[in-house]
């Protein structure tokens, strides 16, 4: 019996819903083709096999017919020093084998059928070596091929060693049908005294064309199993070990498919786990099936690996009334100090449905293993089984059980998308009490988009996530990372989540993606429920940030969190967004805390984190921005930078707020222009408020403010006033209010151009040096007196004469022909003369005003 991951639900790994179909053989049918001397004795119920061709080593069967019937088996009589038995069949019949097959000594058992091979539910293997059954036409060597279908040429018989498996067109299938019982390759490790057994050390493999388990079960304790489909005209290549060999695909382009149904088993579990790889076009584990290698003892476990070249599916809930979890799973048990094997998926693309379960577990000292996911397509887990247990979720995760002192393993899924729907959840955590292992990094990278979404409201969670979920424990949760170009988490039971609820830290969470949308209720968090700290969250989003609540009758808030909630010690985390364009509404939010929620309140538990967020444009309707706190000495602090505008509506608030004791923070803003609209109800607000501490500050830099008003936001019991304006507040009930600093910057009236000063000052001296030209009788009648910085202006209507000119009480006589004078601005000609109109309005011209003489060319004004 295996516990379900996550949740304490048991499942059959062996005989539950099995399939049945039994094989109508009732006697040994093993017939020589006279090709290569095999001879055959019936000795009762067992056909002993003798004879054959030995060429060092190995030695060569031929058969007509190979199949064994019920309660029947088939006996290769051997001799001892023989280290891989070649068998083939060649009359072109399915070999059905219900009954043993068995073989003297550690001989490998190598039996090739083109036609087919069905291994009936009540079939046993009995070989002190491998075992290598497959549909291939030929076993290939270095020199030629031992061929169970050209019969018209000698078959090779050679001293050396296989290289490989070659297949001819359209090779037949195998089948392995059971009741749970199956076929087994064990020793004592693993149950039943009935079971034949192999070595630890060895392989069970089955290749051909399309391979099916039909409540099959096939074990090897610590040894390895490998199953593998092909299309025809192909080869697998056989690589030696140091005990037999392995299947090797590089040279293999097309594939066939593999299906698992009726809760068939894999399992390699052991003191160390052995390996499992399977490898199709197709891959398919449904109605609680399952692959397993547990760690058993002192060994460390080996790898399952799946690869396929199209989609692998693991389809649970063979039935509501009997459900039953399709995984693959490698577990570490309490007595194994050796660590738990890795899982790892290659294929196009990855469906989970219906509680089926991906999962590595540690259960005592041991680590769990990593799980290694990459589709070059999708990735989808989903669950609407509807069942009311809230164990049934579909599952990508490794896991710490509760007591276990080992740490969680890592999970990466890389695909072009990922989608979580109901009830599923992706990521690293621990579970239960008194447990102080670490769970371990959650990495997500998806091309074009992650989606996350649940419309139930059931409170059933889903989602991604690296949690440290035992209470009275020291680990830490893990780290998270997305990296994708649309982040969507839709729905009020939907979150990306690093959490802890003992003394270690919680893990950061770091997006790095173009566009993220949180709506519905949707959560992305940093949680600390003890006394570890709060995890960081840090967004870099390229284009775009939406964050929505729930509008819903719930009201379900949504956002972006990192907090400290509960009774424990542990600070807040921080938030950290960069993007150019960030909104938030419909009761969104994006807030930091830290929130005693049990126990007397003591101030100074946690401190709160800080908010900061640069942008070019930061949008709130009906949405927060907000650092709050009931328990710390120091409030948190918001700081906001755009490049341009930040526009508030329908009652939004930007605030650092301070309740009961704990002390208030700073609201910082630099923006172009911060725009509150006229709102119904209690305004949008900017806020440092607190209740009985010291309220923080409000810094705002901007080049203009519209709609904001310096006044009372919060009432005495901290509730906003229905005032209907939008208020600038840092008071506090029974502390000191905070300073509000409001700068407005770089003012520039719009209808004024901008004017650019003179470089070069000009001194009085120069400015009077030359009066405009005019008759000299008539102008020496008149002067112009500069004494400091002021003068004596002669009567308006006289015209100027230079001659008359006194600065600082000496003459400055200038030539009868004036000269401009060179400014930044041009060269300006001095005044002629004056005229003085009807109004009484005083002007220089450029011009004399005796109408004597001719005007200068140059028509300007002398300044």
């Known amino acids: 019996m295996k516990k379900a991951l996550f949740f304490p639900l048991q499942i059959s790994l062996c005989t539950v819903g099995c399939l049945y179909a039994s094989s109508s053989?009732?006697?040994?049918?093993?017939?020589?083709?006279?090709?290569?001397?095999?001879?055959?004795?019936?000795?009762?119920?067992?056909?002993?096999?003798?004879?054959?061709?030995?060429?060092?080593?190995?030695?060569?069967h031929s058969f007509q017919d190979f199949s064994v019937g019920t309660g029947n088996e088939a006996f290769f009589n051997n001799a001892n020093?023989?280290?891989?038995?070649?068998?083939?069949?060649?009359?072109?019949?399915?070999?059905?084998?219900?009954?043993?097959?068995?073989?003297?000594?550690?001989?490998?058992?190598?039996?090739?059928?083109?036609?087919?091979?069905?291994?009936?539910?009540?079939?046993?293997?009995?070989?002190?070596?491998?075992?290598?059954?497959?549909?291939?036409?030929?076993?290939?060597?270095?020199?030629?091929?031992?061929?169970?279908?050209?019969?018209?040429?000698?078959?090779?018989?050679?001293?050396?060693?296989?290289?490989?498996?070659?297949?001819?067109?359209?090779?037949?299938?195998?089948?392995?049908?059971?009741?749970?019982?199956?076929i087994r390759t064990t020793n004592d490790l693993i149950d039943n005294e009935d079971a034949l057994r192999v070595n630890s050390d060895k392989t069970f493999a089955l290749v051909g064309g399309n391979v099916t388990l039909e409540g099959g079960v096939i074990k090897t304790a610590g040894g390895n199993i490998e199953l593998g489909s092909v299309e025809g005209n192909e080869q697998v290549s056989l690589n030696p070990t140091n005990s037999d060999f392995s299947l090797n695909y590089e040279d293999t382009t097309n594939f066939r498919d593999l299906r698992f149904t009726g809760a068939a088993t894999i399992d390699v579990s052991g003191l160390g786990a052995g390996n499992v790889r399977v490898q199709?076009?197709?891959?398919?584990?449904?109605?609680?099936?399952?692959?397993?290698?547990?760690?058993?003892?002192?060994?460390?476990?080996?790898?399952?690996?799946?690869?396929?070249?199209?989609?692998?599916?693991?389809?649970?809930?063979?039935?509501?009334?009997?459900?039953?979890?399709?995984g693959i799973f490698a577990f570490a048990s309490p007595e194994a100090t050796g660590?738990?094997?890795?899982?790892?998926?290659?294929?196009?693309?990855?469906?989970?449905?219906?509680?089926?379960?991906?999962?590595?577990?540690?259960?005592?000292?041991?680590?769990?293993?990593?799980?290694?996911?990459?589709?070059?397509?999708?990735?989808?887990?989903?669950?609407?089984?509807?069942?009311?247990?809230?164990?049934?979720?579909?599952?990508?995760?490794?896991?710490?059980?509760?007591?276990?002192?080992?740490?969680?393993?890592?999970?990466?899924?890389?695909?072009?998308?990922?989608t979580i729907n109901e009830n599923s959840q992706v990521g690293t955590g621990t579970f239960g009490a008194f447990n102080d292992g670490d769970a371990g990094n959650t990495l997500v990278i998806a091309t074009d988009f992650v989606e996350i979404r649940d419309e139930q409201a059931d409170g059933l969670i889903n989602g991604i996530f690296a949690l440290q979920g035992a209470n009275n424990s020291t680990g830490r949760s893990g780290d998270l990372f997305v990296n994708t170009s649309r982040l969507s988490i839709s729905g009020e039971d939907s979150q990306i989540s690093v959490?802890?609820?003992?003394?270690?830290?919680?893990?950061?969470?770091?997006?790095?993606?173009?566009?993220?949308?949180?709506?519905?209720?949707?959560?992305?968090?940093?949680?600390?429920?003890?006394?570890?700290?709060?995890?960081?969250?840090?967004?870099?989003?390229?284009?775009?940030?939406?964050?929505?609540?729930?509008?819903?009758?719930?009201?379900?808030?949504?956002?972006?969190?990192?907090?400290?909630?509960?009774?424990?010690?542990?600070?807040?985390?921080?938030?950290?967004?960069?993007?150019?364009?960030?909104?938030?509404q419909d009761l969104g939010t994006i807030s930091v805390g830290n929130f005693q929620t049990t126990g007397e309140l003591e101030p100074g538990l946690g401190n709160v984190g800080n908010i900061g967020i640069e942008a070019n444009n930061i949008t709130l309707d009906n949405g927060d921005i907000t650092a709050a706190s009931n328990a710390s000495i120091f409030g948190g602090n918001v700081s906001l930078e755009t490049s341009e505008d930040i526009i508030l509506r329908n009652n939004s608030v930007i605030s650092v707020q301070a309740f009961q004791e704990a002390g208030g923070g700073s609201l910082f803003i630099d923006s172009r222009f911060v725009v509150a609209f006229p709102s119904a109800g209690t305004g949008s607000d900017l806020v440092a408020n607190a209740d009985v501490g010291n309220a923080g500050q409000i810094i705002l830099n901007a080049e203009q403010t519209f709609g904001l008003e310096v006044g009372t936001a919060i009432d005495s019991?901290?509730?906003?006033?229905?005032?209907?304006?939008?208020?600038?507040?840092?008071?506090?009930?029974?502390?000191i209010g905070g300073n509000i600093s409001i700068n407005?910057?770089?003012?520039?009236?719009?209808?004024?151009?901008?004017?650019?000063?003179?470089?070069?000052?000009?001194?009085?001296?120069?400015?009077?040096?030359?009066?405009?030209?005019?008759n000299r009788e008539i102008a020496a009648k008149n002067g112009f007196t500069i004494n400091g910085k002021g003068g004596i202006l002669p009567e308006p209507g006289l015209p100027l004469n230079s001659l008359n000119v006194t600065v600082n009480g000496e003459n400055n006589p200038t030539?009868?022909?004036?000269?401009?004078?060179?400014?930044?601005?041009?060269?300006?000609?001095?005044?002629?003369?004056?005229?003085?109109?009807e109004s009484g309005e005083v002007i220089l011209t450029a011009y004399r005003t005796n109408n004597s003489g001719e005007r200068i060319p140059e028509k300007r004004n002398c300044g």
């Open 717 to 735: 019991n901290n509730n906003f006033i229905e005032n209907n304006s939008n208020d600038i507040d840092a008071s506090s009930n029974e502390g």
């Open 499 to 584: 959490s802890n609820f003992g003394s270690g830290d919680a893990g950061d969470i770091n997006l790095e993606i173009r566009e993220l949308i949180i709506e519905g209720g949707a959560e992305l968090q940093s949680i600390t429920f003890g006394d570890g700290n709060a995890g960081n969250i840090n967004i870099e989003a390229s284009e775009s940030i939406q964050v929505s609540g729930s509008l819903l009758e719930r009201g379900f808030l949504g956002g972006i969190f990192a907090s400290a909630i509960g009774g424990g010690t542990g600070d807040g985390g921080d938030i950290s967004i960069s993007t150019d364009n960030l909104v938030v």
């Open 815 to 837: 030539s009868t022909t004036s000269t401009p004078i060179e400014t930044a601005q041009g060269k300006i000609q001095p005044a002629r003369g004056v005229k003085v109109t």
């Open 280 to 326: 199709g076009k197709n891959i398919t584990l449904a109605e609680g099936s399952v692959i397993e290698a547990n760690t058993l003892g002192s060994l460390p476990g080996g790898q399952i690996e799946i690869n396929a070249s199209n989609s692998t599916e693991l389809l649970g809930l063979s039935s509501e009334s009997d459900p039953l979890f399709t």
């Open 744 to 774: 407005i910057i770089n003012v520039v009236d719009p209808l004024q151009g901008v004017t650019e000063l003179p470089q070069n000052i000009d001194l009085p001296e120069q400015t009077s040096q030359q009066a405009c030209e005019a």
């Open 81 to 182: 020093d023989i280290s891989n038995i070649f068998s083939r069949v060649t009359g072109g019949n399915i070999s059905n084998i219900d009954g043993a097959i068995r073989a003297n000594a550690g001989a490998s058992l190598f039996l090739i059928n083109p036609a087919g091979i069905i291994f009936g539910e009540n079939a046993r293997l009995d070989i002190g070596g491998s075992f290598y059954g497959s549909t291939a036409s030929s076993v290939l060597f270095e020199d030629g091929e031992f061929s169970a279908a050209d019969l018209e040429n000698p078959p090779l018989l050679t001293v050396n060693a296989p290289i490989g498996l070659g297949f001819r067109s359209d090779p037949g299938d195998i089948t392995v049908r059971g009741n749970g019982q199956g």
């Open 339 to 418: 660590d738990g094997g890795d899982i790892q998926i290659n294929t196009s693309s990855l469906v989970l449905t219906d509680i089926a379960q991906i999962g590595t577990q540690t259960e005592g000292e041991a680590n769990a293993g990593n799980i290694d996911i990459k589709a070059s397509d999708f990735v989808i887990l989903s669950n609407f089984s509807n069942l009311s247990d809230t164990s049934s979720f579909s599952l990508i995760i490794s896991l710490v059980e509760e007591g276990a002192t080992g740490n969680a393993g890592n999970v990466s899924i890389e695909a072009k998308s990922l």
């Open 25 to 60: 053989i009732t006697h040994a049918q093993v017939t020589p083709d006279g090709t290569v001397n095999t001879q055959i004795n019936q000795d009762g119920n067992s056909a002993v096999i003798t004879g054959g061709e030995t060429r060092g080593s190995n030695l060569f």
